[in-house]
């Protein structure tokens, strides 16, 4: 992480969607009466995330030439999230996701067009060798043609010296079979990413509950040295290979207001310290406090969280 001259923090490469989160608390989506509207995706809140911390940040998407298209654009723009790898596609609509509005795992039913249609173009070996941290999904990873594309350039951008990262934010009705999508995280894995995953999402990919060690064994077993499991209101477990397991609880709330992108949130903090070379403790509390920092607020951040580089 000491080269400087790689100038760009971050490449988020995925989804970038217009959010509809529900309106009433508590409620599943049959019973959710209006929505309101959000930028979302979880590569997208990474990066909208690190430029509001004052990172470089770099997304690659696909989107419709329509008017969401168009919102999608003007909302990355005014916070400094550099969008010349968005490509804007005539024949497909910007991809839509309904939210419900929770404290838990929301619920969610995707109407995906653009956002997968990401081509190897969008991302030239320049600009990976220009990257510190090259970002994506399992909900970006999920469709062709973009799987095939993240993949690829993930091996080039590890062959370049660039730390990859992965939230594997594993949904089931993204995915043709749990197999495909086992097949294709460890192909992901072998290049030693950064991994985020969660309680949630590790029950949703292995079908069953697992003790923490198991989860932890699968991914270093894979070619990963560095995992972190977030545990909700429990807070964060993160395991090193061959240095053990670190535990901090989480932050407490008196009234969480929305739990969509706490995740995001969680791992931007985790990220933006990283890449400022942070220790690992250190990293995992500015990643706790941005989560705390969303779960407290309705769709995006807050603006002022660039107080968060004063805590480094």
Not at 15 to 40: K, M, S, W
Not at 154 to 161: P, S
Not at 287 to 296: I, M, P, R
Request: charged share 25%.
């Amino acid at each position: 992480m000491k080269d400087n001259i790689k100038d760009i923090d971050i490449l988020c490469v995925g989804e970038v969607l217009v959010d509809f989160i529900g309106h009433q608390t508590g409620v599943q989506i049959n019973n959710t009466r209006d929505y309101h509207r959000y930028l979302g995706g979880s590569p997208t809140n990474v990066a909208m995330n690190s430029a509001r911390l004052g990172l470089k940040s770099v997304m690659v998407a696909t989107v419709g030439n329509d008017g969401f298209g168009e919102y999608i654009f003007e909302r990355l723009e005014a916070i400094g999230v550099n969008t010349e790898n968005i490509i804007k596609l005539n024949n497909k609509a910007t991809s839509v996701i309904f939210v419900s509005r929770t404290d838990g795992t929301p619920d969610f039913i995707p109407f995906r067009e653009a956002d997968f249609h990401i081509n190897e173009d969008q991302i030239s070996n320049e600009t990976l060798s220009n990257t510190k941290v090259y970002h994506t999904t399992c909900f970006a990873l999920s469709k062709q043609p973009a799987q095939s594309t993240i993949i690829k350039k993930a091996e080039e951008a590890f062959n370049l010296g660039c730390k990859l990262s992965i939230d594997i934010n594993y949904a089931k009705k993204l995915w043709s079979s749990q197999e495909e999508a086992l097949k294709v995280i460890k192909a992901y894995c072998k290049f030693n990413p950064l991994v985020k995953i969660s309680e949630d999402d590790m029950q949703r990919l292995f079908e069953q509950k697992l003790h923490h060690e198991k989860i932890f064994e699968f991914f270093h077993d894979e070619g990963v040295d560095m995992v972190c499991l977030t545990l909700g209101s429990k807070g964060v477990k993160f395991s090193q290979k061959g240095k053990g397991i670190i535990q901090l609880p989480a932050i407490k709330i008196d009234v969480v207001m929305d739990a969509t992108g706490a995740g995001d949130a969680f791992w931007s903090g985790f990220l933006f310290a990283y890449i400022k070379e942070k220790p690992i403790e250190k990293c995992l509390e500015v990643a706790l406090q941005l989560a705390a920092l969303k779960l407290q607020n309705v769709g995006r951040l807050p603006d002022n969280i660039n107080i968060l580089s004063e805590l480094l």
